[in-house]
C-alpha cells in the first residue's frame, strides 16, 4: 500500500501507492518505520491527496509517535544560525534554513530541507530542499563548493576547483539543472570591492 524511500539523509519519504483502510495503513507505517536506520529522519508524505483531511490526521499523528520529526510541505520553516566556521569533518543539519555566519571549510557540510546561506566561503557541502522543496536556494558570498544539491538534483566539481568570480553568488534549480548565478544587487557589491 505504501513505498518508503530514504531519498537523501536524513529524509524519508512515504508514498502512498493506493488507497485502502486507514488502519492497514497507519499498521504498515509502523512496521516499515520501525528500523533503526531512520531514526532522527525527516518524514515527508508524497501523495497525501488520497486521504480525507482526518485520515492524514490519524497517520501524521502515528508519525509523531514514532519520534519522527514530521514536515508537511509548505508549513514555515524556522531558520537555524550557525555563528562559526565549519571545519573538515563537521556537519549541521536542519529541517529548516540555515544561516552560517562564517566559511564552510573542504569536507565540512550542511543538510537544510529548506534554503543554505553561507556568509563566508562555501567550499564543502552544501544540501538544500531535502523535504522536496525544489524552490530551496544555496547562497555564499565565496561559492567554490565541493558539491552541492538542491532537491534530487546534484552538481560536483571536477578535479579543478572552481575559482569564484569575487561576488556573491546564488545556486537554484532551473530546467531541471542547477545554475549559478549573480545575486541581485551584485553590482552594489563590485562597487565596494
Known amino acids: ?12 519519504f512515504i508514498r502512498i501507492k493506493e488507497k ?12 516499515k518505520l520501525n528500523n533503526k536506520i531512520f531514526e532522527g529522519s525527516i518524514v515527508v508524505i508524497e501523495n497525501p491527496e488520497v486521504l480525507t483531511e ?5 497517520l501524521e499523528d502515528t508519525i509523531r509517535k514514532r519520534s519522527f520529526n514530521f514536515e508537511r510541505k509548505g508549513e514555515s520553516k524556522r531558520l537555524l544560525i550557525v555563528n562559526k566556521t565549519l571545519r573538515a569533518g563537521q556537519r549541521v ?3 529548516g534554513d540555515i544561516l552560517v555566519l562564517g566559511d564552510v571549510n573542504r569536507d565540512a557540510e550542511i543538510v537544510a530541507g529548506g534554503n543554505v546561506i553561507v556568509m563566508g ?3 564543502g557541502i552544501a544540501r538544500a530542499g531535502l523535504i522536496g522543496d525544489e ?6 558570498l565565496i561559492m567554490e563548493p565541493q558539491m552541492i544539491q538542491i532537491g534530487k538534483k546534484i ?3 571536477q578535479d579543478e ?7 556573491p553568488e546564488i545556486a537554484k534549480l532551473e530546467g531541471g539543472q542547477i545554475i549559478l548565478e549573480p545575486i541581485e544587487g551584485v553590482e552594489r557589491w563590485q562597487k565596494l570591492s
Open 1 to 12: 500500500m505504501i513505498e518508503v524511500k530514504g531519498r537523501t539523509a536524513p529524509v524519508v
Open 20 to 31: 485502502g483502510s486507514v488502519e492497514e495503513l497507519i499498521k504498515e507505517v509502523r512496521e
Open 155 to 157: 552538481a560536483t566539481l
Open 93 to 95: 543539519e536542519h529541517s
Open 121 to 123: 566561503k562555501l567550499r
Open 135 to 140: 524552490e530551496a536556494v544555496i547562497v555564499a
Open 161 to 167: 576547483e572552481r575559482n569564484s568570480p569575487g561576488y
Open 54 to 58: 482526518e485520515e492524514r490526521k490519524r
